[in-house]
């Protein structure tokens, strides 16, 4: 790496000097995530007045930036702002290849060879030498190196636009969510579909849906109890993610052993996480054996897409009611006399309909961008050795 630009560190400014008025910005490790090429930081500031510290630590121009130390060794991220300076304990690299460096110490093995490299107890670190003599096979021509560069900075560009579009369209749905639905003491939300002018009813959760809770065949590892030719799946928290509030498929099956143990359910239902995924709201449209960790909402008096947005909604305020012990659990009980303002079911399937779409245009997206990042991962697998 050294002979392929220039690698040093920056300052040890003292966060004494800080001031939120400060003219330059202090770019230190926390600021640095992996492959990002964003330069909106916003981070701690500094007045500086002598001009060889601000000319020897100024980020203009093109850097890669190294976390050197912390949770984020071995990260980078490329940076360029001319009110910036660099922190120490991050490493710098400056190259006239600097888009075809990137790609090198963006990749994995050089953020797994440097972890590997690290020393210390509480807190890992890397040295600058072990960042210079950080070898990789490259290509004898200039010219190549600059077209490879390229050729992945484009790619990366597409990637940030459908990373952009995803922050958007989720700060679009979080915006629609607080104007669709009342605010706390209110009963008519700010944003309507016409038509619609009547007050929002105050009810609570168990006076519109009958709220069990879901149950598990003992012991759940005997594999007696699934069986992969059945066609009823077998819904447990480890199928349950961040990003997945409706389930279409299940790899695990239920026996039938297996489902006279648990509730099996054949329609499409409402279900809500009370342990791991605290609060996480679920639609099922498989029949499925429910695991324990779930609460059902059967024959709700409700429309469950309008439902299931308002639990998404709601999820935070579920923390609070989390039980002590070793796993986090939300009370059922609780969870049946929550309160909840209501509409029609004419305008909560409106409610429903139009935030659905903007998950599934999210969804869509999302998937892009997935598929984008395995093109570049096995691009990189075969324009590199």
């Not at 040890?12 to 330059?24: H, L, N, P, R, V």
């Not at 600097?98 to 963006?106: A, C, P």
């Not at 879901?214 to 199928?239: E, H, T, V, Y």
Request: aromatic share 8%; charged share 25%; glycine share 6%.
């Amino acid at each position: 790496m050294g002979e392929l630009g220039e690698v040093t560190t920056g300052k040890a400014f003292s966060s004494i000097k800080f001031d939120d008025q400060g003219e330059y910005l202090v770019i230190t490790n926390k600021d640095i995530s992996d492959s990002s090429r964003s330069q909106n930081v916003m981070t701690d500031k500094i007045n500086i007045s002598d001009d060889e510290i601000i000319q020897r630590y100024n980020l203009s121009g093109e850097n890669i930036l190294v976390t050197m130390d912390g949770v984020n060794l071995g990260k980078t991220a490329t940076y360029s702002n001319e009110k910036a300076l660099l922190a120490q304990r991050v490493g710098r690299i400056k190259s006239k290849q600097l888009e075809f460096i990137y790609q090198i110490t963006s990749n994995k093995i050089f953020l797994m060879t440097m972890r590997t490299l690290s020393v210390g107890n509480a807190i890992k670190h890397i040295s600058l030498k072990q960042i210079s003599d950080y070898s990789s096979l490259v290509p004898k021509d200039i010219t190549e190196q600059q077209k490879i560069g390229t050729f992945f900075k484009q790619l990366d560009n597409i990637i940030a636009l459908h990373q952009r579009k995803l922050d958007l369209l989720k700060q679009l749905k979080q915006g629609y969510l607080q104007k669709m639905f009342p605010a706390t003491g209110e009963s008519i939300p700010e944003v309507r579909f016409a038509d619609f002018d009547d007050d929002w009813e105050q009810r609570k959760l168990g006076d519109l849906s009958d709220i069990v809770r879901g149950a598990s065949p003992r012991p759940i590892q005997d594999p007696k109890w699934f069986d992969k030719s059945s066609d009823i799946g077998w819904l447990r928290i480890a199928d349950v993610t961040e990003q997945n509030g409706r389930i279409y498929h299940l790899e695990q099956k239920i026996s039938k052993a297996g489902q006279e143990k648990t509730r099996v359910l054949t329609n499409p239902h409402l279900l809500l996480s009370i342990a791991a995924t605290v609060g996480k709201p679920v639609v099922n449209y498989v029949k499925t054996g429910v695991h324990d960790g779930f609460l059902i909402f059967l024959t709700p008096l409700f429309d469950k897409e309008f439902m299931f947005q308002w639990l998404e909604m709601f999820r935070p305020k579920w923390q609070k009611y989390g039980q002590p012990g070793s796993q986090v659990n939300l009370n059922s009980e609780l969870v049946r006399k929550q309160d909840i303002t209501i509409s029609t079911c004419e305008e909560q399937k409106k409610i429903g309909i139009f935030l659905k779409q903007i998950d599934d245009t999210y969804k869509l997206h999302r998937r892009k961008l997935e598929q984008l990042k395995k093109l570049k991962s096995s691009l990189l697998n075969k324009m590199f050795i």
